[in-house]
T-cell receptor
């Protein structure tokens, strides 16, 4: 079946540091890949997406590239801010049949001033 | 346009009771999916409704059920509540096309506590 593996958290960084959160997936075919962010007490917000190999999703300074050869979709940001502190979820949606989102376990990011 | 609206935001129920949660999708979205989020199991898919029909179902017991109305609003019901049903229940809406963009937009969730 489909699965998503994320690096364990929490990740603690100082403001303006470089961020990488690793995400790898297992799926048949060509799934769509997503990063969602969850702030305390809130639901999930779509951060970025990529629907085919080599696509780069980007939003609010965050980027992730769909790498089919390594089945990865790592999230990066060049300079994090305190306001980026949240839990980040990598997810996939299969391209055929069941299209429910399969989520990783989430990575908590804490940015210190 | 308005986002996904879930009501109520918080619920406290007693073991053995039943509960109904509501979700109003984004206007024009025909697919509504439900997810359960717990610290131990993370985010798990419950079911998806499209045009009033259940299209996909996750691995949850029959105590969890749902339905969708002609205006795409959806309800989720949990009967005979157990302590382990305490969770954040998230609803997501999408256009629901068979192919192409399956981008899902989430509501703020309903926090259910079973005591």
């Amino acid at each position: 079946g489909n699965s998503v593996t994320q690096m364990e958290g929490p990740v603690t960084l100082s403001e303006e540091a470089f961020l990488t959160i690793n995400c790898t997936y297992t799926a048949t075919g060509y799934p769509s890949l997503f990063w969602y962010v969850q702030y305390p007490g809130e639901g999930l917000q779509l951060l970025l997406k990529a629907t085919k190999a080599d696509d780069k999703g980007s939003n609010k300074g965050f980027e992730a590239t769909y790498r089919k050869e390594t089945t990865s979709f790592h999230l990066e940001k060049g300079s994090v801010q305190v306001s980026d502190s949240a839990v980040y979820f990598c997810a996939l949606s299969a391209d055929t049949g069941r299209r429910a989102l399969t989520f990783g376990s989430g990575t908590r990011l804490q940015v210190q001033p | 346009k308005a986002g996904v609206t879930q009501t109520p935001r918080y619920l406290i129920k007693t073991r053995g009771q039943q509960v109904t949660l509501s979700c109003s999708p984004i206007s024009g979205h025909r697919s509504v999916s439900w997810y359960q989020q717990t610290p131990g199991q993370g985010l798990q898919f419950l079911f998806e409704y499209f045009s009033e029909t259940q299209r996909n179902k996750g691995n949850f017991p029959g105590r969890f059920s749902g339905r969708q109305f002609s205006n795409s609003r959806s309800e989720m019901n949990v009967s005979t509540l157990e302590l382990g049903d305490s969770a954040l229940y998230l609803c997501a809406s999408s256009l629901g096309r068979d192919r192409g963009n399956t981008e899902a937009f989430f509501g703020q969730g309903t926090r259910l506590t079973v005591v």
